[in-house]
Nanobody, 122 residues
């Protein structure tokens, strides 16, 4: 499966952005999806994950209550709605797919898209 992330940009603290990740090449509903992020000078970290059907979601504590992951299997797309953004949310955000069921661990994901930059100014 090929993944293409989009929707990043520059936003002020307190603002919102919605990231999209479009999948192609395989049956999208066969994959659980995740969003990960990498801030400057730091390792990549988990942000959110969603099950194949969309019935189960899981979030990192740092984004819980502010970010919402969702998916549209008919459109082969997973979304990350980000509200109340903080400067510490500044990172490159990447989407990933796994056939192993939803997971917060990078090692579970076999397919990665290119990242999209999110910059939050104070």
């Amino acid at each position: 499966v090929q993944l293409q992330a989009s929707g990043g940009g520059l936003v002020q603290a307190g603002g919102s952005l919605r990231l999209s990740c479009a999948a192609s090449g395989r049956t999208f509903s066969n994959y659980a999806m995740g969003w990960f992020r990498q801030a400057p000078g730091k390792g990549r970290e988990f942000a959110a994950t969603i099950s194949r059907s969309g019935s189960t979601t899981e979030y990192a504590d740092s984004v819980k209550g502010r970010f919402t992951i969702s998916r549209d299997n008919a459109e082969n797309t997973v979304y990350l709605q980000m509200n109340s953004l903080k400067p510490e949310d500044t990172a490159v955000y990447s989407c990933a797919a796994t056939t192993r069921g939803w997971s917060k661990y990078q090692s579970a994901y076999g397919y990665w898209g290119q990242g999209t930059q999110v910059t939050v100014s104070s």
